[in-house]
């Protein structure tokens, strides 16, 4: 009997891992877009991802079922801010973005500040949020 787990392949999920339980015990870890199978000897059991800080979720499965794991919102929501900060930092970098020609250089500087110190906030209390779940495809 078997149990097969697909990831579905977002944004940044290539870079973040999925660690996997059945019943408790760790079963394997997911990358980008894999597929795993689960062997067991059980017809039920409990399925769920590890995630340290935030929550994992769990679902009760059956042997036969497939099982992706798909990122919620807000793990989207996240992953784009992320993408359009480094694409942002790359660019300032590169002197893409420049403020020194503007007349109001000291107030776009104190404006990229605060912004910058939003943006964090938010990443760390997304670090909490729940970024993936576990959806059953074939009932």
Same mark, same amino acid.
């Given at each position: 009997m078997s149990v097969k787990v697909k990831r579905k392949l977002w944004v940044l999920s290539a870079f973040m891992p999925v660690r996997l339980r059945y019943n408790n015990k760790a079963v394997g870890t997911l990358y980008g877009s894999q597929d795993l199978e689960i062997l067991t000897d059980e017809d039920e059991g409990e399925l769920k991802y590890y995630q340290p800080i935030g929550r994992n979720d769990r679902l009760n499965v059956k042997s036969g079922d497939i099982v992706q794991v798909e990122e919620t919102v807000n793990g989207k =929501?996240?992953?784009?801010?992320?993408?359009?900060? @480094?694409? %942002?930092?790359?660019? #300032?970098?590169?002197? *893409?973005?420049?403020? @020194?020609?503007?007349?109001? %250089?000291?107030?776009?500087?104190? @404006?990229?500040?605060? *912004?910058?110190? *939003?943006?964090?906030?938010?990443? =760390? *209390?997304?670090?909490?949020?729940?970024?993936?779940?576990?959806? =059953?495809?074939? #009932?």
């Open positions: =929501l996240f992953s784009l801010l992320f993408v359009a900060l @480094m694409i %942002y930092l790359f660019s #300032r970098s590169l002197g *893409i973005i420049n403020f @020194m020609n503007s007349s109001n %250089y000291e107030e776009l500087l104190m @404006m990229e500040q605060i *912004i910058f110190g *939003i943006i964090f906030v938010i990443a =760390l *209390i997304g670090f909490f949020f729940k970024t993936h779940k576990l959806v =059953l495809l074939n #009932r």
